[in-house]
């Protein structure tokens, strides 16, 4: 609440209270239109002889019900555009949380989890206004309103109320909160963990056609789907039970109403046509309150949103860097790691423990080690996207920062995005400004040119969505062009190959490295293909270096590597 609600509601605090302010002047006039309506039928049914007695409630009636009209839509209207302008910061700031993480964002979320932060969580706050805050401080004031008119006449009998709409302020919404709170988490568990499996099930459907798990995958989405209609279903049986015990109460309070208004025109504090009047009044404060238990129910559905997007949150992204640029040798910077330590929130030991190491210009680095060793950690702290918690990188004598991606490091990961649009705007993501010329040499140094340019359009050819009109290998070959045209000295690969055949893989690995054979090249990957290739090969485990060394070296002088090595050749 202190970070996604608070701030906003303290920026914006003017236009809430004149929300506030015309809901409020709404309800009074609905209350008066049927107060005063009420007193008009009755005098008027008196036959009154001179008509100026009932002229002056018709012009109020006609007012009342201008106001009835004109007040709820100024709230609308200004509730609204205080919720725009919220969801555009909020976008914005989801967006500034994204981006610096966007090279290894896969690394971190599946994509059904972005899928229920996008889709679902930033929707959700936008309601917390709208349906929440607003309504709550509504019936309250509305509430407190009554206390004082009733209070005016009678203390007991406001006493009496204050307990019959305590129930419908009070005591409901603390109810509805409590039995919806396990519920909306639940639904909201459910239905993220839908957005999962779909979407794991539209990116992996030829792993599963090609298994055969066809009806098995259909049949856990079914399942975890019944599973939600359920719940939804006793959700909306609870609302049912829950309306009619409000409707009920909201009786009892217009039937209280009606015998005191009685018993105040036996004694002759007010007039008897002003006992319709404060029986209809009540029937537009009582539908002033009744939204507070909807309001109320929401919270933690706001809540379990507020939660996920602070893990959106959750790595510490590295600030600007500050120090000039112009400190490094861009065309040849040695690579500086030294006693780095990391840790993701909520993990029991680092990912990256103390790890120290020095990258000369030009080098070709590779790190193995098996899953969470830190070997994705360790390329998100090179490229500056995270900061270490201990210890710190540097290009030459300047610390790495985010600012250098780009500009000294580029990220070529195992499932680069490719848009649906031509080869060259594609490429040119690397380079906005770069011309038609510069894409070819790109593209040429890739080793794919060739291909492309016996292509009807060339360059200008479309590529389909995700890059689909092409195969693995070359969707990889085009974006490793986009890396290339971006002319940075070092290079990081995220299990390029991943995913290729054996032959495929291989003339990639030599074709990229033979494209950056002046830059440095750090490639992380799972096996040791290509291992031969490298200047050095490093293995971590528990975020260290347990091997390191020349391919050579480490075949000749350690057991462990030469048996690792014959068992990848012969997979």
Known sequence: MNSWITPYVKQYKARIVFAILFAILGVTSGAMLLFVSGYLISKSSLRPEN????????????????????????????????????????????????????????????????????SNDIEKLQDFYIRTLLPSIIGIVVYSIVAIVIGFFDWMFMVMILCLLGIIVFLMPFISYIVMKKNHLFMKKQRGTLYQHITDAMFGQLDWLVSGRVNEVIRKVTIENGALLKKEADVNRWHHIRDAFLRFVVGIVIVAMMFWANSMTGDGTISATLIAAFVLMMFSVTDALLPISDAVEEIPAYLDSLERMEETDGDRVVANNTNPAKKINWNSPTLYIENVSYRYDHATRNTVDHLTLTIEPGKK?????????????????????????????????????????????????????????????????????????????????AQILEMIEQLPKGIHTQMDEMGKRFSGGERQRIAFARVLIQHTPIILMDEPTTG????????????????????????????????????????????????????????????????LYQMDEAW
């Open 51 to 118: 008509i100026m007695v009932v002229y002056v409630p018709i012009v109020s009636v006609r007012a009342f019900s201008i106001g009835q009209a004109v007040f709820p839509y100024l709230e609308k209207l200004v509730s609204h555009d205080i919720v725009l302008r919220i969801l555009v910061k909020y976008r914005q700031r989801l967006y500034d949380i994204i981006e610096p993480q966007a090279i290894f964002l896969q690394s971190r979320f599946r994509t059904g989890d972005l899928l229920s932060v996008l």
């Open 365 to 445: 680095i590779a790190i193995l080690g098996k899953s969470g060793t830190g070997k994705s950690t360790l390329l998100k702290l090179i490229a500056g996207v995270i900061d270490p918690d201990q210890g710190e990188i540097r290009l030459d004598d300047v610390k790495m920062g985010r600012d250098f991606l780009a500009e000294a490091v580029s990220v070529l990961n195992q499932k680069p995005h490719l848009f649906h649009t031509t080869i060259a705007n594609n490429v040119r993501i690397g380079k906005p400004n770069a011309t038609d010329e510069e894409i070819r040499e790109a593209l040429k140094q």
């Open 500 to 563: 290729l055949d054996p032959k495929t893989e291989r003339d990639l690995l030599v074709t990229m490295l033979e494209a950056a054979k002046e830059k440095t090249v750090i490639w992380v990957t799972h096996h040791l293909a290509g291992a031969e290739l490298m200047d050095e090969v490093i293995f971590l485990e528990q975020g260290n270096i347990k091997l390191q060394g020349s391919h050579e070296d480490l075949m000749e002088t350690n057991e462990y590597y030469r048996q």
